[in-house]
């Protein structure tokens, strides 16, 4: 049995690929799909990913830069131990980058076109305000258990399927964060702080009803404003703001990345076909949300 003990989930491509004559990329490349795995264990000890409770594996492949998931419920973990103590010699920057993470999991799940998610809705922004409630808590005290518990329950449950029960998410963020750190090499978290509002401006018009029950519910705007458009950006701004309070970066540029590759990366992330469910954004497109996110 492989034990894991980092977010990102090598252990899930060693565990698949012990036991395939061929190329692991090739499951990362939609080439094929693995049918078996050595058993994985997980000692989680960054709340983040949630890759303890996930079918999901994320890998970079250095010639040519490209970062590529893996999702089947072929590589879900054997079992996982949570224990939140063992987080707390994190640095705060790497805590907070795992905030930013576990609510993005949550967010591309809550932007869905599917109607009648009332359940899910509410259990997807109850777990975003637990998170940002008890993120907060971790600025003043990093060694607070109950917080430090707190959000790594939210990291699983943000991405063990419970909160995808009846709809369908984005993703697109994703998607395009992977191009990004798949060449510079940045943390996950902070690369999609730096995206998720400039992505969030780009589509809003999609589907504003769903934007502007996300700044009331979640971000507390009033709605008595009776502008939907004013409404959905002032939960954008206070999601920003939020990025910014725990020392996110909210633009591209705060991490050193230029504007020179935003072509390329464009041209890879649509390799397979559009990307993102509340709207499908081709390579102009996902151009433009990186031109935002500066």
């Known amino acids: ?30 080439k094929t799909a693995p049918v078996e795995t050595l058993p994985v264990g997980v000692v989680l000890t960054i709340a983040a990913a949630g890759s303890e409770g996930s079918g999901s594996s994320v890998i ?17 973990p054997a079992f996982s131990i ?21 609510m993005s999991h949550i967010i591309e799940r ?63 963020t994703h998607m395009i964060e992977h191009e990004v750190s798949g060449i510079y090499d940045i943390t996950h978290g ?12 780009y589509v809003k018009d999609e589907n504003l009803d769903r934007f502007v029950q996300f700044a009331v519910r979640v971000w507390d705007v009033d709605l008595a404003f009776d502008n939907q458009e004013a409404i959905a950006l002032e939960g954008i701004r206070r999601f920003e703001k939020f990025l910014s309070e725990i020392g996110m970066p909210t633009k591209l540029p705060q991490l050193d990345i230029p504007d020179d590759r935003f072509n390329e990366m464009a041209r890879k992330c649509v390799e397979f076909g559009p990307v993102g469910n509340l709207k499908e954004l081709n390579e102009a497109d996902v151009l433009q949300v990186l031109k935002l996110s500066c």
């Open 1 to 30: 049995m492989l034990l894991e003990t980092q977010s990102y989930v090598s252990s899930k491509a060693i565990a698949t690929g012990v036991l395939y004559d061929g190329d692991i990329w090739d499951f990362y490349t939609n």
């Open 60 to 76: 970079t492949n250095e010639d040519g830069w490209y970062k590529r998931p893996l999702d089947t419920d072929v590589i879900k």
């Open 82 to 102: 949570l224990n939140p103590e063992l987080t707390y010699s994190l640095p705060k920057y790497q805590t907070m980058c795992g905030v930013t993470d576990i």
């Open 110 to 172: 809550y932007f869905t076109n599917v109607s009648q998610t009332d359940l899910t809705d509410r259990l997807c922004e109850a777990t975003l305000k637990t998170v940002i409630n008890n993120g907060r808590i971790l600025l003043r005290n990093p060694d607070n258990y109950a917080a430090r518990a707190e959000i790594m329950w939210a990291g699983t449950l943000a991405h063990n399927g419970l909160l995808d029960t009846g709809r369908i998410g984005d993703w697109a």
């Open 190 to 201: 902070a690369g999609l702080a730096a995206l998720f509002p400039a992505w969030m401006k």
